[in-house]
């Protein structure tokens, strides 16, 4: 069958098409049914993809002028589906499912289960569900009302969810087989931050960006902030310290323009807040009152690696009330270190097979615990496919 380009740029295949011929009938129920059904977070993808890279990015009228509004249109068929969905309630449960964290990947494999009759409880280890959708991305980008209301139709769904509970450090996964869990699933992100690894990085005034988003309103930057990164996280960084009392921020990026990896369209936004951004300077030393930057060079190395690093010798203060490093995450070990037989990778990242199967029987795992910080959309697909693993090993196997 003709699948549209729009489509075929969606990472989860959405039926953008139908879905407006829907709109234009007058049938938003169905149209809102349709999404729903082919992505659960359709209400928060319309809201955090990268569009332009993906279906807007595709759309045929956008090779002469502007593309279809896309997630303009799927926000409003969700926004408003959300309001009047009854979600399935079942009584004739097919087994249990543990759930291991309520971000992206955790919360489509909840909808999914639920609605194929699995009796799901999330176990999240903060007092609220979203995981990185809530405790990640800022308000001004995705509305925490719009994950309460998701987690109202969890509980609609009959999914039981354990806040603040953090499997490993008391309950265990060889527990929750033990109370006939039928299959686990880890959806556990990555939330160590990592560090640069300079000198007077434990300063009291240089933070970590996934730590500051958490709560930033528990900071107190001063009025001039220094973000190390360049991507998007650092973009979020920036334009939350201007919400919360900054007058100056710079970002700071250890090489040129044209290696920014945040999206453009968060790029120019964060410089129409007022980020200014500093290139080829890297962070030597963190001191007080500020951090000392170099200039920075490239060069190759023996493996042909491209290798940049500070030129000596061009050190210089750079003031600043406080700093705030956005390089990276990688996953957190309590689940891990805790449960015997869950390989991980050189990172820390659990393995798995192509449909989500971990080392163990079944525990299966997806999202960024998996494949390192990747965008929510594409932890909603490959969690469809663990999803469908999930169902099958319990159909199956147990
Ligand atoms: Fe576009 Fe994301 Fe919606 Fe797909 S899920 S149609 S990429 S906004």
């Known amino acids: 069958m003709y699948e549209p380009d729009c489509t075929k740029g969606c990472p989860v295949a959405t039926p953008i ?47 002469k002028g502007s593309p279809v509004h896309i997630s303009a249109i799927e926000q409003y068929i969700s926004d408003y589906y959300l309001n009047i969905y009854k979600p399935k309630v079942s009584k004739n449960f097919k087994g249990r499912v543990a759930i291991i964290g309520s971000g992206p990947a955790g919360l489509t494999i909840a909808f999914t289960l639920a609605q194929r009759d699995y009796d ?25 009302s719009v994950l309460d209301r998701l987690t109202q139709k969890l509980y609609e769904m009959g999914i039981k969810i ?22 686990v699933f880890i959806g556990t992100g990555v939330w160590r931050p990592s560090k640069l690894n300079v000198k007077g990085e434990s300063l009291g005034h240089v933070h970590y960006a996934i730590e500051y ?9 001063g009025k001039k902030v220094a973000v190390i990164g360049a991507g998007n996280v650092a973009m979020d960084v920036a334009r939350t310290a201007f919400r919360h009392g ?19 369209h968060e790029v120019e936004y964060a410089k129409i807040d007022g980020a200014e951004f500093i290139f080829n300077k890297s962070a030597v030393e963190f001191v007080d009152g500020g951090i000392m930057l170099a200039d920075t060079e490239i060069i190759i190395d023996e493996n042909n690696n491209e290798i940049v690093r500070p030129i000596p010798g061009t050190e210089k203060l750079y003031e600043c009330d406080s700093v705030i490093v956005a390089i990276s995450q990688g996953p957190r070990a309590v689940i891990v270190s805790s449960t015997k037989g869950i390989e991980v990778n ?13 080392s163990r029987k079944g525990v299966f795992a997806s999202g960024d615990v ?24 319990i159909t199956n196997e147990c």
């Open 17 to 63: 098409r139908d879905a407006i011929r829907l709109l234009l009938e007058s049938r938003i129920p169905d149209a809102g049914k349709l999404l729903l059904e082919n992505n659960p977070l359709s209400i928060i993808c319309c809201r955090v993809c990268s569009q332009e890279n993906q279906c807007e990015g595709h759309c045929v009228l956008g090779r």
């Open 162 to 183: 354990k806040p603040n509970t953090t499997i490993g450090a008391n309950i265990t996964v060889d527990d929750l087989f033990r109370d006939d869990f039928k299959a």
């Open 246 to 264: 900054a007058q100056e921020v710079n970002i700071l990026c250890y090489k040129d323009e044209s290696t920014i990896t945040a999206r453009e």
């Open 120 to 144: 799901v409880t999330i176990f999240e280890q903060n007092d609220q569900v979203g995981g990185i959708l809530r405790y990640g991305i800022p308000e001004f980008r995705l509305p925490k």
């Open 213 to 221: 988003l958490r709560n930033p309103n528990v900071y107190n930057l």
């Open 346 to 358: 050189e990172r820390g990242l659990v393995k798995t097979d192509e449909i989500g199967r971990t």
């Open 370 to 393: 998996v494949t390192g910080a990747k965008t929510v959309v594409e932890a909603v697909r490959i969690s469809k496919i663990v999803a469908n693993a999930i169902d099958d090993y």
